[in-house]
């Protein structure tokens, strides 16, 4: 999970959803959740049963992440709303299957590359989830559409767009 505590995250039903797994083999690491919002979520992960799994991990710099990523079996991003995605993107490019919401710019930045959910059902999450744990074949199409979906959205095509955005203004 790589987000905040803030509402529109939707932390409290992907910690419900995590809590459904029949396999907690993986642990949940909550990239981005500070050390102190811990004392906030332990009441909800001791009533969950799952404090022992939950990794809580502050702010990395860019190679920690890469790292993070490189070792992660599936990023879970079941975000209410966005305005745009970058953690989709980036774990895409690291190949790293992406299970995120059907709504908002999300479902436009992964396209066909993720397993979309309903982030309103922790059930409809953690089915999806465990699919994508287990599914080998699903897991190897999700990592080659990924791939190819986190291309179109390099920092240089982004540039160009922006520059050509502005050449058309200043005609």
């Known amino acids: 999970y790589s987000g905040s505590m803030r509402k529109h995250k939707n932390l409290e039903r992907a ?7 029949k396999d907690k083999t993986n642990d949940l690491v909550l990239l981005g959740v500070e050390m102190e919002n811990k004392k906030v979520l332990n009441q909800i992960l001791e ?3 799952i ?3 939950v990794i809580f991990m502050p702010y990395l710099s860019f190679q920690e992440l890469v790292l993070l990523y490189n070792c992660a079996s599936v990023l879970f991003f079941p975000t209410l709303y966005e305005g745009f ?3 989709a993107l980036e774990a895409m490019a690291c190949e790293i299957p992406v299970v995120s919401s059907h709504n908002s710019s999300v479902s436009e930045v992964t396209g066909e ?5 309903d982030p309103l059902s922790p059930t409809q999450m953690a089915e999806t989830l465990e699919k994508v744990l287990v599914d ?10 990924g791939l190819e979906q986190a291309k179109k959205f390099t920092w240089r095509i982004t540039a160009e767009k922006t520059l050509k955005i502005y050449q058309e203004l200043l005609k």
């Open 85 to 87: 995605g970058l953690p």
């Open 113 to 117: 590359a993720a397993a979309v959910i």
């Open 47 to 49: 009533e969950l049963k």
């Open 136 to 145: 080998q074949t699903m897991r190897q199409k999700m990592i080659a559409l």
């Open 15 to 21: 910690l419900k959803a995590y809590a459904l797994l």
């Open 51 to 53: 404090a022992q799994k």
